[in-house]
């Protein structure tokens, strides 16, 4: 019996929301889905549809309402996570089936209580019928239980851990791929439904973008992109034109191939539980991979959950298996000779040719004596040899590569070294492409197990310097770390040392040499003493290796090898403190003076070493030279060395003349060096060199003679004197056909010796003083030019000449000064910037004639009535001009060209100029020269000279030097002309706020010697600074003025 209620007057808005949800619920997904938890849950909507439809229309009961607002609420939910299980992609689901399963049980849960909720709301005289089905449906839902399934759960569980970023095998990855086409319902061979499915997750709007989900979507792309379910590797390429051959193998069979690796397999097994067939190491890999996951081992093609792991090998497979490979093998050999014997060479089959011969030769290594017995390692040698630029830079790494991996055979590795593998592969170190020169690196370490092959490659040209330039360039750091392991296998072998020291590599060297037997060492000085070395080898083994030659010296045997090596060393300017350091000077003097051993060869070794030594800087003056601790430039040292010269050969006699020079040019020892042979006589043991007839001697003894003059001018000069050998000089400075060195030298020399006035005139002469100006003059018309150190020297000897006939003027010397005007050329000379000497001798002579000319007006000054000055210096400044102009220097008339005269020579400011040089003595050359301007300072002219070189800038570049004073002589002679102008009342004046000065001038009154106290004392009396004993003088002075 129904019951009917009265009805509402319209359906609740929740019965709307209800039917929307069971709608969406209950609808059929696009495509076929493989999940079995919302076709369950759609079954429990479809029950409670038909249940709904029984309640309508709905009774006007507020629990009833209630219970459905609930349901309404609940299926709303509900009907959102099957959306996701239906519209969603499957891999989000499979990914996600845990989190969707418990989201609908819970939603089952919830719709259960609802449900006994709207039975028990339903009245008690109402259809039973209706709370029965609500009652058992509730009980339903209640104890259903939405699980996922044991092959959703190995899936999900599987796409987490690859998630983690961990490195798969191509075996496990087709593994997964297995599993995941039988969650999501498709063929493990449909790549392009792989594909797809990526790509649906890929852009799935349900996707939360969670880092987890990322992870596996990345994970996947990397499976899918190294996933391929053809065979890659051993099937061979059907592109060739040689198709149609009847012994072309067929495509490997389907049963070939490992259904994890997509490979042929070389050692099949078969899963006993589930009799399939699979490559050992995949499976076991496979199975491997389950346990580290923490899930049970299964079958990757059927999915069966395996209690035993027990392989067996499938043994009738590789036999089938070996015997398809072998008539691949021998079809790709084949086919390799017939590309790379062609003519002319085809690029692509050459590459097909080497890419077979390579697939084989790294997949089948017992197979390689195939390819050598088919001569193919002698075609591609072949090929490298002969048409190495035609196949370029690619084929020639493919090739190397090739050669590399067949080079694991013992006899083609005999082959390649008879054709001359080695010199092609050090070619390709310079080749175009890294991967060129990194197989060529590789085929050569291959080659350095072998000694033999190893002195094979040292001794290809270039091939040391290429490697040790490789190993060198960090910007490739696998070719230079191969290219340094080459190297190190090379310097193993003891017949490479040369090789490698040749090429900058002098690490065994050394080693041999610290560490080696005495034999060996002596090997190793001889090695040394033999090679043509660099500047920075030769630093590099002097440093590393001088105290053993040192050492070496000591024994017979090891004499001659180390002292060509100490020469050959001592050649370097750089290495002459290393030797000194090594105490190497007493052992070379030892063998030198050793009169028990008459080998001229071994004392010409060792004088050449010590001339090299002593010829540079190096401290070796603070050196001992001898076993009693005598240094190079002691007495007994130069007595000894001076006495070889009569003992021994020629040869020898020039390299002692040459230690001689060496230790005589020595600032520190040119001195001492010089009295120790005049002292004895021992420069008439030099003399007879002189005259030498070889041009060697000669320049030798010239310019140690040079040396010597600096010092002992007046020994040397008496020496000459007593051998007649004066005019030597002369005839030598004249003489054309002698070397320029000796010419310069026998300049230097003539200026040097202290002569007479009559050996000034007698020797030189008016043609020698007029062919030197005329030089000289020459010299100053070359615009910038540059000077060598022989040159320059001439030019200092020069001047030097000329400065003879500057110091004892009589009329003669007079009119060859002035005819000659040499005034002018010394005042040319000032403005040599790079020759300290030549300005200095310049100003010299400068100082010279201003001095004369000046002694000349005070002997003949006269009133002014009778003609002044120049009545009287008609003669000495040239002759009288009509309309003479009064010189302030000499208080009358001098020649506008007067060469007596500094201030109608032009002469002033470039000493001025010149007080600003670097080099004191030039300094001081210059101040004696412009001192002579104010020797007469009681002159009724001083003011108008003291105005001249205020005008020319003398007195402020005198006062700026005196307060930056280097030395005590300097100063002194500086104050003395500073004194000397404050004594002009203006001058005093104008300097006496001049706090530069004042201080200067304090300084040396407190610090000064003597004279130098005494003129600080008048100059600052005169700057009224100090009230002093000068005062009177000082007064008088002003007063007569």
């Given at each position: 019996?129904?019951?009917?209620?009265?009805?509402?007057?319209?359906?609740?808005?929740?019965?709307?929301?209800?039917?929307?949800?069971?709608?969406?619920?209950?609808?059929?997904?696009?495509?076929?889905?493989?999940?079995?938890?919302?076709?369950?849950?759609?079954?429990?909507?479809?029950?409670?549809?038909?249940?709904?439809?029984?309640?309508?229309?709905?009774?006007?009961?507020?629990?009833?309402?209630?219970?459905?607002?609930?349901?309404?609420?609940?299926?709303?939910?509900?009907?959102?996570?099957?959306?996701?299980?239906?519209?969603?992609?499957?891999?989000?689901?499979?990914?996600?089936?845990?989190?969707?399963?418990?989201?609908?049980?819970?939603?089952?849960?919830?719709?259960?209580?609802?449900?006994?909720?709207?039975?028990?709301?339903?009245?008690?005289?109402?259809?039973?019928?209706?709370?029965?089905?609500?009652?058992?449906?509730?009980?339903?839902?209640?104890?259903?239980?939405?699980?996922?399934?044991?092959?959703?759960?190995?899936?999900?569980?599987?796409?987490?851990?690859?998630?983690?970023?961990?490195?798969?095998?191509?075996?496990?990855?087709?593994?997964?791929?297995?599993?995941?086409?039988?969650?999501?319902?498709?063929?493990?061979?449909?790549?392009?439904?792989?594909c797809n499915q990526v790509k649906l997750f890929k852009n799935d709007p349900f996707r939360s973008h969670s880092v987890p989900?990322?992870?596996?979507?990345?994970?996947?792309?990397?499976?899918?992109?190294?996933?391929?379910?053809?065979?890659?590797?051993?099937?061979?390429?059907?592109?060739?034109?040689?198709?149609?051959?009847?012994?072309?193998?067929?495509?490997?069979?389907?049963?070939?191939?490992?259904?994890?690796?997509?490979?042929?397999?070389?050692?099949?097994?078969?899963?006993?539980?589930?009799?399939?067939?699979?490559?050992?190491?995949?499976?076991?890999?496979?199975?491997?991979?389950?346990?580290?996951?923490?899930?049970?081992?299964?079958?990757?093609?059927?999915?069966?959950?395996?209690?035993?792991?027990?392989?067996?090998?499938?043994?009738?497979?590789?036999?089938?298996?070996?015997?398809?490979?072998?008539?691949?093998?021998?079809?790709?050999?084949?086919?390799?000779?017939?590309?790379?014997?062609?003519?002319?060479?085809?690029?692509?089959?050459?590459?097909?040719?080497?890419?077979?011969?390579?697939?084989?030769?790294?997949?089948?290594?017992?197979?390689?004596?195939?390819?050598?017995?088919?001569?193919?390692?002698?075609?591609?040698?072949?090929?490298?040899?002969?048409?190495?630029?035609?196949?370029?830079?690619?084929?020639?790494?493919?090739?190397?590569?090739?050669?590399?991996?067949?080079?694991?055979?013992?006899?083609?590795?005999?082959?390649?070294?008879?054709?001359?593998?080695?010199?092609?592969?050090?070619?390709?170190?310079?080749?175009?492409?890294?991967?060129?020169?990194?197989?060529?690196?590789?085929?050569?370490?291959?080659?350095?197990?072998?000694?033999?092959?190893?002195?094979?490659?040292?001794?290809?040209?270039?091939?040391?310097?290429?490697?040790?330039?490789?190993?060198?360039?960090?910007?490739?750091?696998?070719?230079?770390?191969?290219?340094?392991?080459?190297?190190?296998?090379?310097?193993?072998?003891?017949?490479?040392?040369?090789?490698?020291?040749?090429?900058?590599?002098?690490?065994?060297?050394?080693?041999?040499?610290?560490?080696?037997?005495?034999?060996?060492?002596?090997?190793?000085?001889?090695?040394?003493?033999?090679?043509?070395?660099?500047?920075?080898?030769?630093?590099?083994?002097?440093?590393?290796?001088?105290?053993?030659?040192?050492?070496?010296?000591?024994?017979?045997?090891?004499?001659?090898?180390?002292?060509?090596?100490?020469?050959?060393?001592?050649?370097?300017?750089?290495?002459?403190?290393?030797?000194?350091?090594?105490?190497?000077?007493?052992?070379?003097?030892?063998?030198?003076?050793?009169?028990?051993?008459?080998?001229?060869?071994?004392?010409?070794?060792?004088?050449?070493?010590?001339?090299?030594?002593?010829?540079?800087?190096?401290?070796?003056?603070?050196?001992?030279?001898?076993?009693?601790?005598?240094?190079?430039?002691?007495?007994?040292?130069?007595?000894?060395?001076?006495?070889?010269?009569?003992?021994?050969?020629?040869?020898?006699?020039?390299?002692?003349?040459?230690?001689?020079?060496?230790?005589?040019?020595?600032?520190?020892?040119?001195?001492?060096?010089?009295?120790?042979?005049?002292?004895?006589?021992?420069?008439?043991?030099?003399?007879?060199?002189?005259?030498?007839?070889?041009?060697?001697?000669?320049?030798?003894?010239?310019?140690?003679?040079?040396?010597?003059?600096?010092?002992?001018?007046?020994?040397?000069?008496?020496?000459?004197?007593?051998?007649?050998?004066?005019?030597?000089?002369?005839?030598?400075?004249?003489?054309?056909?002698?070397?320029?060195?000796?010419?310069?030298?026998?300049?230097?020399?003539?200026?040097?010796?202290?002569?007479?006035?009559?050996?000034?005139?007698?020797?030189?002469?008016?043609?020698?003083?007029?062919?030197?100006?005329?030089?000289?003059?020459?010299?100053?018309?070359?615009?910038?030019?540059?000077?060598?150190?022989?040159?320059?020297?001439?030019?200092?000897?020069?001047?030097?000449?000329?400065?003879?006939?500057?110091?004892?003027?009589?009329?003669?010397?007079?009119?060859?000064?002035?005819?000659?005007?040499?005034?002018?050329?010394?005042?040319?000379?000032?403005?040599?910037?790079?020759?300290?000497?030549?300005?200095?001798?310049?100003?010299?002579?400068?100082?010279?004639?201003?001095?004369?000319?000046?002694?000349?007006?005070?002997?003949?000054?006269?009133?002014?009535?009778?003609?002044?000055?120049?009545?009287?210096?008609?003669?000495?400044?040239?002759?009288?001009?009509?309309?003479?102009?009064?010189?302030?220097?000499?208080?009358?008339?001098?020649?506008?060209?007067?060469?007596?005269?500094?201030?109608?020579?032009?002469?002033?400011?470039?000493?001025?100029?010149?007080?600003?040089?670097?080099?004191?003595?030039?300094?001081?050359?210059?101040?004696?020269?412009?001192?002579?301007?104010?020797?007469?300072?009681?002159?009724?002219?001083?003011?108008r000279v003291v105005d001249e070189l205020e005008q020319l800038g003398a007195v402020d570049s005198l006062i700026t030097l005196?307060?930056?004073?280097?030395?005590?002589?300097?100063?002194?002679?500086?104050?003395?002309?500073?004194?000397?102008?404050?004594?002009?009342?203006?001058?005093?004046?104008?300097?006496?706020?001049?706090?530069?000065?004042?201080?200067?001038?304090?300084?040396?009154?407190?610090?000064?010697?003597?004279?130098?106290?005494?003129?600080?004392?008048?100059?600052?009396?005169?700057?009224?600074?100090?009230?002093g004993v000068s005062g009177k003088t000082s007064s008088q002075t002003r007063a007569q003025r």
């Amino acid at each position: 019996m129904s019951i009917h209620y009265s009805p509402s007057p319209s359906p609740p808005p929740a019965l709307h929301s209800i039917r929307r949800s069971l709608s969406d619920i209950s609808s059929p997904p696009p495509d076929h889905r493989p999940f079995d938890a919302p076709r369950r849950f759609a079954a429990f909507a479809h029950r409670l549809s038909h249940l709904l439809l029984l309640l309508l229309p709905p009774p006007h009961s507020p629990p009833l309402h209630t219970a459905l607002k609930g349901l309404a609420a609940e299926l709303s939910k509900a009907a959102e996570t099957v959306s996701v299980y239906n519209n969603g992609s499957k891999i989000l689901v499979l990914v996600n089936c845990k989190t969707l399963s418990s989201a609908l049980q819970q939603r089952a849960t919830a719709l259960a209580a609802w449900l006994t909720l709207l039975a028990s709301a339903l009245p008690d005289a109402g259809d039973d019928e209706l709370r029965k089905k609500a009652s058992d449906l509730s009980r339903d839902m209640k104890l259903a239980q939405f699980k996922v399934t044991e092959n959703e759960e190995r899936v999900r569980c599987t796409l987490e851990k690859e998630g983690e970023g961990r490195e798969s095998s191509k075996a496990v990855q087709s593994g997964i791929v297995m599993d995941l086409a039988r969650a999501l319902g498709f063929d493990p061979g449909d790549r392009a439904e792989f594909c797809n499915q990526v790509k649906l997750f890929k852009n799935d709007p349900f996707r939360s973008h969670s880092v987890p989900e990322r992870r596996v979507l990345m994970s996947l792309e990397r499976i899918l992109s190294n996933w391929s379910v053809e065979p890659v590797t051993v099937t061979p390429n059907w592109d060739f034109e040689i198709v149609d051959d009847a012994a072309a193998p067929v495509f490997a069979f389907k049963s070939f191939l490992c259904p994890l690796t997509k490979e042929v397999m070389r050692d099949p097994v078969v899963v006993l539980e589930s009799s399939q067939a699979y490559e050992r190491t995949a499976i076991e890999y496979w199975f491997e991979r389950c346990i580290q996951d923490g899930r049970e081992p299964t079958c990757p093609i059927t999915g069966t959950v395996l209690k035993s792991l027990e392989l067996k090998p499938n043994i009738g497979l590789a036999g089938a298996i070996e015997e398809w490979v072998g008539r691949v093998v021998e079809y790709q050999i084949k086919s390799a000779v017939q590309y790379l014997s062609e003519e002319p060479l085809s690029v692509d089959h050459v590459e097909r040719a080497l890419d077979h011969v390579y697939k084989v030769s790294e997949e089948h290594p017992t197979r390689r004596y195939i390819i050598r017995n088919a001569g193919v390692v002698l075609l591609i040698v072949t090929v490298l040899s002969n048409n190495s630029k035609t196949i370029g830079s690619h084929l020639r790494s493919k090739a190397l590569m090739t050669l590399l991996s067949i080079a694991k055979d013992e006899e083609s590795r005999k082959i390649m070294l008879e054709r001359g593998i080695t010199r092609l592969a050090v070619h390709s170190l310079i080749g175009s492409s890294e991967k060129e020169r990194e197989y060529a690196i590789k085929l050569l370490l291959e080659f350095c197990n072998d000694e033999d092959c190893c002195v094979r490659i040292a001794s290809e040209k270039g091939a040391l310097v290429l490697l040790s330039s490789i190993a060198g360039n960090m910007e490739y750091p696998s070719l230079s770390n191969s290219a340094e392991e080459v190297l190190s296998r090379i310097e193993r072998v003891e017949d490479n040392v040369q090789c490698l020291a040749a090429a900058g590599r002098f690490g065994p060297l050394i080693s041999r040499l610290h560490d080696g037997s005495v034999g060996v060492k002596i090997d190793m000085a001889s090695l040394v003493g033999r090679m043509t070395l660099t500047n920075s080898c030769k630093e590099q083994i002097a440093r590393q290796g001088a105290r053993v030659f040192v050492e070496l010296l000591s024994s017979q045997e090891g004499r001659g090898p180390s002292l060509q090596a100490l020469y050959n060393l001592s050649a370097l300017d750089g290495n002459a403190t290393i030797l000194i350091e090594s105490s190497v000077l007493a052992p070379l003097i030892e063998v030198l003076f050793d009169e028990l051993d008459p080998s001229y060869d071994l004392k010409s070794l060792a004088a050449s070493t010590i001339a090299n030594i002593v010829s540079k800087p190096g401290h070796w003056e603070l050196a001992s030279a001898d076993k009693n601790g005598n240094p190079m430039q002691s007495e007994i040292i130069v007595l000894r060395l001076l006495g070889l010269l009569n003992c021994l050969s020629s040869q020898c006699q020039v390299t002692v003349l040459r230690i001689l020079c060496g230790i005589a040019s020595s600032p520190q020892a040119s001195e001492l060096v010089a009295s120790h042979i005049m002292s004895e006589g021992g420069f008439r043991t030099v003399l007879p060199f002189l005259e030498h007839p070889e041009v060697e001697h000669r320049v030798v003894a010239f310019k140690l003679t040079r040396l010597l003059s600096e010092w002992s001018s007046q020994n040397i000069a008496n020496e000459l004197r007593l051998s007649n050998k004066l005019t030597i000089l002369k005839e030598k400075l004249l003489n054309n056909q002698s070397t320029s060195d000796e010419r310069s030298d026998a300049a230097q020399i003539l200026s040097n010796l202290s002569l007479s006035a009559g050996e000034v005139q007698n020797l030189l002469g008016g043609d020698f003083v007029e062919r030197t100006a005329v030089t000289l003059k020459n010299q100053r018309r070359v615009p910038n030019a540059r000077f060598s150190h022989t040159a320059s020297g001439m030019q200092e000897g020069l001047v030097g000449l000329l400065l003879h006939f500057t110091r004892n003027l009589d009329q003669q010397s007079l009119n060859m000064v002035r005819e000659n005007r040499l005034m002018a050329i010394f005042c040319e000379q000032l403005d040599y910037t790079s020759k300290p000497k030549v300005k200095r001798l310049a100003a010299i002579g400068l100082k010279n004639l201003s001095e004369f000319g000046m002694s000349v007006t005070a002997r003949d000054s006269k009133p002014p009535s009778s003609g002044g000055f120049c009545s009287s210096l008609v003669l000495v400044c040239g002759r009288g001009a009509s309309q003479p102009s009064t010189c302030p220097i000499h208080n009358g008339a001098c020649d506008e060209d007067s060469q007596l005269c500094l201030l109608k020579s032009n002469c002033i400011k470039p000493l001025v100029d010149t007080l600003n040089d670097n080099d004191t003595d030039v300094q001081l050359a210059a101040v004696d020269a412009l001192s002579t301007l104010v020797s007469d300072y009681t002159s009724r002219s001083f003011k108008r000279v003291v105005d001249e070189l205020e005008q020319l800038g003398a007195v402020d570049s005198l006062i700026t030097l005196f307060t930056e004073v280097r030395t005590e002589e300097l100063r002194e002679k500086t104050i003395w002309m500073i004194e000397k102008i404050l004594r002009v009342e203006s001058m005093s004046n104008r300097h006496a706020l001049n706090h530069s000065l004042v201080r200067g001038l304090v300084e040396a009154f407190k610090h000064g010697n003597t004279n130098t106290r005494k003129h600080a004392q008048d100059a600052l009396t005169l700057l009224k600074q100090l009230s002093g004993v000068s005062g009177k003088t000082s007064s008088q002075t002003r007063a007569q003025r």
